[in-house]
């Protein structure tokens, strides 16, 4: 069985009751939340494993409370992911940007979240468990820019960046091996996990958002391939 905590918060009763239900049938210990003006507090006390937003809530949207989690210190590490019924891509962007781990869009059966939820958490127990340089390695310094783990800080110009995390995680992942080119399966497994449910698009958008930020030329597309960071 797992112990893994996780908090829902949707001012929908009766999904309130559907995802909880599941959850715990699921073995995980759950808290759950129709007020998201209470979330920050609640997340402090509880430290979930997992935070599953709605989007559209009253007083603050979801898009809005995720970005306030990622700002607090204690619990900004937190996984994130909502549970939606808007399937726009304006939606699925704004999600990734305030920095959500996956956005899973409703109606879901219950398996097919349990098994979204379980990868997710496997990914991230894994990413902490890895001697890889998505944890050992701390700063880089490449091309003027220089990425710093402990902060979560990218540094160019002079200028300081708070990235959401995946596009973080992407970042410091190409920036580890300067010229090196990252299959894109590699890039999934690296900072999304072997998790078969993250889109194909997924990768594109955060390289998109990725060069908006640093230039164009920084990273490079190998077509059919992967990417690169050029030094």
């Known amino acids: 069985m797992s112990q893994e ?3 829902i918060v ?3 009763d009766d999904i309130l009751e559907f995802v909880s239900y599941n959850l715990k049938a699921a073995g995980f210990i759950v808290e759950s939340l129709k007020n998201p003006d209470k ?3 609640k997340a402090i006390s509880f430290q979930p494993h997992l935070i599953i937003l709605d989007v559209m809530m ?3 949207d979801g ?4 970005e306030q989690i990622r700002l607090t210190p204690s619990i900004k590490n937190v996984l994130i992911t909502f549970l939606s019924a808007r399937s726009e891509d304006f939606s699925l962007l704004a999600g990734y940007d305030a920095g959500a781990d996956d956005y899973i869009t409703k109606p879901i059966k219950p398996k097919i979240l349990i098994s979204k939820i379980k990868a997710l958490l496997k990914r991230q127990a894994a990413i902490l468990d890895q001697s890889n340089v998505l944890v050992d390695s701390n700063v880089k310094s490449v091309n003027n820019i220089y990425i710093d783990k402990d902060r979560y800080v990218v540094t160019k ?3 300081e960046f708070i990235l959401p995390k995946k596009e973080f995680e992407l970042l410091f992942l190409l920036a580890s091996q300067p010229d090196k080119v990252f299959l894109r399966d590699e890039i999934y497994t690296q900072v999304w ?14 390289i998109r958002k990725l060069r908006k930020k640093f230039g164009d ?8 391939v992967g990417y690169k960071f050029t030094e």
């Open 5 to 7: 905590k996780i908090l």
């Open 10 to 12: 949707d001012d929908d």
């Open 39 to 41: 979330v920050i507090q």
């Open 58 to 60: 009253p007083n603050i």
């Open 63 to 66: 898009i809005e409370l995720c």
């Open 157 to 159: 110009d002079q200028t």
């Open 193 to 206: 996990g072997d998790n078969s449910f993250v889109g194909d698009r997924t990768i594109d958008v955060h």
């Open 217 to 224: 030329d920084v990273i490079r597309t190998i077509k059919g």
